[in-house]
């Protein structure tokens, strides 16, 4: 009988909840957003030099979403040839599902304007929520999960699951101080990604423990 990690979907639950008052507030104009998105301009957007510019430049190219679709295209062929057919279907739900349908509808129901401070990237369309910080929650926490379970060698477990954390905060950091996103922005795509990251994989996987997946 499968068995559901009731304290990470409390967790998924906390992170729907911010996202729905993170849109109600963009869509109403509330000032906490504005006050968090000053917050985000002053501690990650200043001060801006031709470092700071090369290194998240370079960070932000891993959660684009030709970048994402090609890692998940590997991994979705790569569980298909193995015949993990519920890894196939939790990749394929989670990036191409929610990364960039979901992302899409939201952007495109939302239309709030992009920044209009200088942008450091050309970007076009809307700005909420971000949909680099929902890829790199959505792919590489997807990887994080995967490489908990499956990898048994703790040095390349712990050296992967570090890369892949690193990334899921580099990346929505990279959309702020490039001028293409604001701090709100990147938030909501981090709440509402890991709460389908969450979600996805207590419903898609029927097991609980590393041990039972080594043995799947």
């Known amino acids: 009988m499968r068995k559901f990690d009731y304290f990470q979907i409390g967790i998924a639950l906390f992170c729907l909840a911010s996202f729905f008052i993170l849109t109600l507030g963009v869509i109403l104009n509330l000032p906490f957003i504005h006050q968090i998105d000053q917050f985000g301009l002053q501690v990650i957007r200043e001060p801006v030099s031709p470092e700071r510019t090369w290194f998240f430049k370079n960070v932000t190219r891993a959660g684009n979403p030709i970048w994402t679709a090609f890692v998940a295209g590997l991994a979705f062929i ?33 239309h709030r304007p992009r920044p209009s401070l200088l942008h ?77 990251l969450i979600m996805s994989k207590e419903l898609i996987f029927k097991y609980k423990t590393r041990e039972v997946f080594q043995n799947a």
């Not at 298909?80 to 992302?103: E, H, P, S, T, W």
């Not at 390349?156 to 690193?166: G, N």
């Not at 938030?187 to 509402?192: P, Q």
Request: glycine share 8%; proline share 2%.
């Open 78 to 110: 790569a569980a298909l040839i193995f015949r993990k057919y519920d890894i196939a279907a939790f990749v394929l739900v989670n990036v191409g599902g929610f990364g960039l349908v979901a992302m899409a509808l939201l952007k495109a129901f939302i």
């Open 120 to 196: 450091l990237v050309i970007e076009r369309g809307y700005s909420f929520p971000s949909g680099h910080a929902m890829n790199a929650v959505l792919l590489y926490g997807s990887l994080i999960v995967l490489v908990h379970y499956y990898i048994n060698n703790d040095y390349f477990r712990y050296t992967f699951l570090t890369l892949f954390a690193s990334l899921i905060v580099a990346i929505p950091m990279s959309r702020v101080y490039l001028g293409v996103h604001y701090l709100s922005d990147v938030l909501a795509g981090f709440f509402l990604a890991t709460f389908f």
